[in-house]
């Protein structure tokens, strides 16, 4: 009556190789058909039947990072595209022109969620906020969040940068007297960390000094490294991988640390928001009290879910990339003193008189040269390196027509470094490319260190002021040179990181 074992194995084994068998069978018509219609499209031949043009990559960040930009330039020149391949033969298409970058970031097209997908990775975190969202719900929370960085609440926050920075300018006054060289990267972080959660909820610690020894502070850190470490790992895309390696279990529990953190600091802001009936007391308004006052065309408001989402993704977008921004800029102003003593002339002229050096919101547009830096400093490095959308509908390249399926990669760091749009001196540190006389020759897609069209960054000024406020404040108290016994090497993640950190020597100034 009943089956034996050795029917029902045999029946499973027949289920699990019919299975294989589609699949392979359909990773190889589709791979046939991408072929064909790639043919003759250019990008660096040698691929690996499984692993792609990925087997071919070098496997050290700094070097990889510069062979991308030579095959770009080597082909993407005049095809303003270049294609590599990825796992089981799917096609990855980088854009190496202002036309194709436009087509791409004007679309709607989704975030990649796919195996391979960045955006996969931060969901367990982010959840469903505004970097990871999709379609409708996205739309919905962007108009939410817009008001948010509006001027008005932005304006205030010149108070929450000016004194973050002081802390800083304090550290490293203690850091000149010693005569020895600091890593960057490590102070500017907490200098960002510090600044978006006051932000983002009036955190009122200060994270700066505490340093190693704030709890949520360490949390929030070992899950950006964790999220880094993923990105660079392909064998941790697979989840169950990924579960089991100890980095993973460790990011579960800081998942769910930081998450009762918020949901805590949300719930205290709602009982005090109903008790007083007002947004306002003696402090200013910050996300927090937006997020929980937005209301929908239905006066539907957010959910503690989608606010905690929010809040934990400003966190994010909010630190890590202002930090890689502000490094870099600093990097090159160290390695260029003849443009950190410009960027001080003008900063001294703008505070001559002053009782403080806090910079004031008017002040802001009168940085001409300093913006000059940072927008060169942002394109020579480019904090955040690439954004990928997985298109769901055939795409138009000009020459041929990309099937849906296929991932494109807006490769920011790529495009800031073809010859054809910048010059053969594109890795050189040039302010004057956006000089008020260059500024207009330089297309509308051609540079996007924070992205465009409709999913661009949403703190782009906010971002910008912290950078004027904390270089200003840097560069009005110190000089800085980098530290010549040391190489500085790239390391390409979500940000655009270093591998082995970024040294430099700190002297103060006589002002
Ligand atoms: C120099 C600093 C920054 C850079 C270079 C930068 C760059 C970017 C880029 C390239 C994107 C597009 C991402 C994608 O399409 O996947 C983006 C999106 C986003 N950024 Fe920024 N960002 C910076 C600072 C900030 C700050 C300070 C905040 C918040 C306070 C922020 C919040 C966001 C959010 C929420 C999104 C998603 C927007 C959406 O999809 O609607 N960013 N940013």
């Known amino acids: 009556m009943f089956p034996t074992l050795n029917v029902i194995l045999q029946t499973v084994l027949l289920i699990i190789g019919t299975y294989i068998f589609y699949h392979a069978v359909s990773i190889f018509i589709n791979y046939r058909q991408n072929k064909k219609i790639f043919n003759g499209a250019k990008g660096p031949e040698k691929y690996h039947w499984l692993f792609g043009s990925f ?29 590599f391949w990825g796992l089981l033969g799917k096609p990855i298409l980088a854009p190496s022109c202002p036309r194709i970058t436009a087509k791409l970031l004007k679309s709607n097209e989704p975030k990649s969620m796919g195996l391979d997908g960045a955006y996969r990775h931060l969901y367990p975190w982010l959840g469903d906020g505004l970097l990871v969202a999709n379609g409708e719900k996205w739309a919905r929370n962007r108009r939410l969040l817009t008001p948010a960085f509006h001027f008005e609440i932005l304006k205030p926050y010149m108070n ?46 200060d994270v700066q000094t505490a340093g190693d020894s704030n709890e949520y502070v360490n949390t929030v850190n070992r899950i950006t490294d964790a999220v880094t470490y993923r990105f660079l790992n392909p064998l941790m895309y697979f989840d169950t991988i990924w579960k089991f390696s100890s980095i993973g279990r460790q990011f579960k529990k800081d998942c769910e640390f930081v998450h009762t953190v918020a949901e805590e600091v949300i719930d205290n802001r709602r009982d005090a928001l109903n008790e007083q009936d007002s947004t306002k007391g003696s402090r200013y308004t910050d996300f927090l009290d937006i997020l929980l006052t937005a209301r929908d065309e239905d006066g539907q408001g957010l959910t503690k879910l989608e606010i905690r989402n929010e809040v934990d993704t400003f966190l994010f977008e909010g630190h890590d990339t202002t930090a890689s921004a502000i490094s870099w800029i600093l990097y090159s102003l160290a390695e260029h003193p003849e443009c950190q003593q410009k960027c001080q002339t003008e900063i001294d002229e703008i505070l001559a008189g002053r009782e403080t050096d806090d910079l004031d919101w008017s002040d802001l547009s009168h940085l ?112 800085f040179r980098l530290d010549p016994s040391h190489t500085v090497k790239r390391k390409m993640s979500s940000v655009m990181r270093t591998q082995n950190g970024m040294y430099m020597f700190v002297e103060k100034r006589k002002t």
């Open 55 to 83: 087997f071919y990559f070098p496997t050290d960040s700094h070097e990889l990072a510069m062979y991308l930009i030579e095959m770009c330039n080597k082909y993407g020149s005049d095809q303003g595209y270049v294609v």
């Open 160 to 205: 929450v940068y000016n004194q973050s920075a002081d802390v800083f300018v304090k550290k490293l006054a203690a850091q000149a007297k010693t005569n020895e060289r600091f890593e960057v990267f490590q102070h500017v972080c907490m200098y960002t960390l510090e600044v978006i959660l006051k932000c983002a909820f009036s955190y009122s610690e």
């Open 368 to 479: 001409e040269y300093l913006t000059m830096c940072i927008k060169e400093g942002m394109r020579l490095h480019a904090p955040v390196p690439a954004i990928t959308r997985d298109i769901t509908q055939d795409f138009d390249l000009g020459d041929r027509v990309a099937p849906k399926g296929t991932t494109v990669i807006a490769n920011i760091w790529v495009l800031n470094h073809m010859e054809t749009i910048w010059g053969s001196d594109h890795m050189e540190f040039k302010p004057d490319r956006f000089s008020k006389e260059n500024v207009d020759s330089i297309e509308h897609f051609q540079y996007v260190p924070f992205s465009a069209g409709p999913r661009n960054c949403i703190g782009q000024v906010f971002a910008m002021n912290e950078e004027k406020v904390i270089l200003t404040k840097l560069l009005r108290n110190f000089s």
